[in-house]
């Protein structure tokens, strides 16, 4: 089956510590993007990356950090300087077609602080 | 600045209602027009999309047309569903290779028998 796959489904943060989120995709997209979705509000970009070895800030990106090392694979760290971590974590890639471009989503990621 | 306008929930209808969720948006260019529907605790899934002016989109009885002329891309559905609750998300992305994504502010439609 293709898809996006993130793991874990809910993750619990102890303060001062950093945490991993992970994203992968076996869809063969160029590009990948991670948003943050707070209760009964809408998305918001963190970071987005369309090519391998190469990503760029979002809206909202700091106390974050991301890696992408592998077209397959986007984790985002969510450091100790984020400061209200605890919040819905969705990625996305996406593909052109035609010069549209169209994002599928994952299932997301629950962080929680304790 | 670009920006996606959705009417505000929550919209509450009986099992068989017409629904209709309003969206516009602002933009240059010629963008693409998405909806976006999320269930409770999952991702978004997508939903239909259209392209260009005059396109409508359509997937599991939804209904969306691209009206340039409006600036609009309003959700349709004949006879909704218990299953359809949801919160439901306007979407756009300018042409031309890959561009941000703006979303609109969700709208959430419960269907209650």
């Known amino acids: 089956d293709g898809g996006i796959t993130q793991s874990p489904k809910y993750?619990?943060?102890k303060e001062g510590q950093n945490v991993t989120l992970?994203?992968?995709q076996n869809l063969n997209h160029d590009a990948m993007y991670w948003y943050r979705q707070d209760p009964g509000q809408g998305l918001r970009?963190?970071?987005?990356?369309q090519i391998v070895n190469d990503f760029q800030k979002g809206d909202?990106?700091?106390g974050y950090s991301v890696s992408r090392e592998k077209k397959e694979s986007f984790p985002l760290t969510v450091?100790?300087?984020q400061k209200n971590p605890t919040a819905f974590y969705l990625c996305a890639s996406s593909i052109l077609a035609g010069g549209q471009e169209?994002?599928?989503f994952g299932p997301g990621t629950r962080l929680l602080v304790l | 600045g670009n920006s996606v306008t959705q009417m505000e929930g929550p919209v509450t209808l009986s099992?068989?209602?017409?629904?209709t969720i309003n969206c516009t948006y602002t933009a240059t260019g010629y963008p693409s027009l998405f909806w976006y529907v999320q269930y409770p605790g999952e991702g978004l899934q997508l939903l239909l999309k259209a392209t260009k002016a005059d396109d409508k989109g359509s997937n599991k009885g939804f209904e969306a047309t691209y009206r340039k002329e409006?600036?609009?891309f309003h959700l349709e559905k004949g006879s909704v569903q218990v299953s359809d609750s949801a919160v439901y998300f306007c979407a756009y992305t300018d042409s031309g290779g890959y561009q941000k994504v703006t979303f609109g502010t969700g709208t959430k439609l419960q269907v209650i028998p």
């Open chain 1, 45 to 49: 970009l963190i970071y987005y990356s």
């Open chain 2, 15 to 19: 099992e068989e209602a017409f629904l």
């Open chain 1, 60 to 62: 909202i990106a700091e």
């Open chain 1, 79 to 81: 450091t100790s300087a």
């Open chain 1, 11 to 13: 993750l619990f943060r």
């Open chain 1, 22 to 24: 992970s994203c992968e």
């Open chain 1, 102 to 104: 169209t994002q599928y």
């Open chain 2, 70 to 72: 409006t600036t609009s």
